[in-house]
């Protein structure tokens, strides 16, 4: 690009005042970049543009003209009956298998939060008519599992932790709001 055209872009950009208009005048070419300047900033700032000269317009249209045409096959917007019974197929499969993983999620948090639990059992006996003397159904007695007696253990030693914890950052907290700041001169390091 020459000095001539870098000024006159300057100048239309605004980031120069020192242009000669009096080449403006006299040269044709630097009329047609002028022109080509200020129609590309109105283009770009969305301005509405009128075109008197359709040379670009005519360019522009010659070189999409020149572009290849890409052609792809239409992809067909009517559905087969086998692509909706595929559709069907594949949205119940995948509600089947969530429901499945609901159903084993469910169950496994009910048999984990249950006690295992024996009725107490007693050899049948006689009343005094010789029939068999009702039972109290709330009778039952809890067998133990060993790990959950050491989990309970767990648990109370990291409640006491956290109490234990929460008591040091209280005497912390009364100690810093009763001691007061050390004075440091300037320039000495504490």
């Not at 070419?29 to 543009?49: P, S």
């Not at 989990?151 to 709001?177: C, G, M, P």
């Amino acid at each position: 690009m020459s000095d001539r055209q870098e000024n006159l872009s300057a100048f239309v950009d605004g980031e120069s005042a020192q242009f000669d208009i009096d080449q403006l005048q006299n040269d044709k070419e630097l009329q047609a970049k002028w022109q080509n300047y200020h129609l590309l900033g109105d283009t770009l700032r969305g301005d509405a543009v009128m075109v008197a000269d359709t040379s670009i317009l005519d360019a522009i249209a010659d070189a999409l003209d020149d572009e290849p045409t890409i052609l792809a096959p239409r992809r067909s917007k009517r559905k087969t009956v086998w692509d909706n019974v595929v559709s069907l197929s594949k949205q119940s499969s995948q509600f089947a298998v969530a429901a499945g993983v609901a159903a084993v999620m469910i169950l496994g948090v009910q048999s984990y939060n249950t006690e295992q639990t024996q009725p107490f059992m007693t050899a049948p006996t006689s009343g005094p008519q010789g029939g068999l003397s009702p039972v109290s159904l709330s009778q039952s007695r809890t067998i133990e599992n060993p790990n959950r007696q050491a989990v309970v253990e767990q648990r109370k030693r990291i409640n006491a932790l956290l109490v234990d914890h929460k008591q040091q950052v209280r005497l912390q907290a009364v100690l810093d709001e009763t001691t007061e700041p050390e004075t440091v001169p300037e320039g000495k390091p504490k």
